[in-house]
């Protein structure tokens, strides 16, 4: 099973995200959705990270919890600074310390704080024991490192067996 599908659940989140693009649960769809999930993760194999599997499903739900609470919440913080042109934004660039180490976790925190309006994950260090963020409007940038320390980097240390 694992040489026919090396990733299943990479096969079955693109075959879904296919058939979501397009609308359409059509039979010929749903064909090349199975075509293209089947595929994919063979041609891709050896560039594919074989990283440990994440566990603690439950940590995982409370998780994108957090992250669908936080994005709700950014995006009327982000709507406020568009709407109040008198309101001065106050941008700043923070390294972000990590404690993180697994790799798909790092991409995931990255991808975390991007897809929250008003926060981009840049770059990490050449030693990958930082994350630059620009937070669009911050008026403590320690907090927001905490924050994001507290609601998703030791989540993910949990998820990923990094921590207790």
Not at 4 to 13: D, G, K, T
Not at 31 to 53: D, E, K, N, V
Not at 103 to 118: N, R
């Amino acid at each position: 099973m694992s040489r026919l599908l090396p990733h299943p659940w990479l096969s079955l989140a693109l075959a879904i995200s296919w058939c979501a693009l397009n609308a359409s649960l059509h039979p010929a769809q749903l064909l090349l959705a199975a075509a293209l999930g089947g595929l994919i993760p063979i041609l891709l194999r050896a560039s594919l990270p074989t990283s440990q599997r994440p566990g603690r499903p439950w940590l995982m739900l409370r998780l994108l919890a957090h992250f669908a609470i936080d994005v709700v919440i950014a995006n009327l913080q982000v709507a406020r600074l568009v709407i109040d042109v008198r309101r001065p934004v106050r941008s700043v660039d923070v390294w972000f310390p990590l404690q993180l180490q697994e790799p798909l976790g790092l991409s995931l925190l990255a991808l975390l704080i991007s897809m929250t309006p008003g926060t981009l994950a840049s770059a990490f260090r050449d030693d990958q024991r930082s994350l630059r963020l620009h937070i669009l409007d911050c008026d403590d940038p320690a907090a927001v490192v905490a924050t994001i320390e507290e609601r998703y980097e030791r989540p993910l240390r949990q998820i990923f067996g990094e921590t207790t």
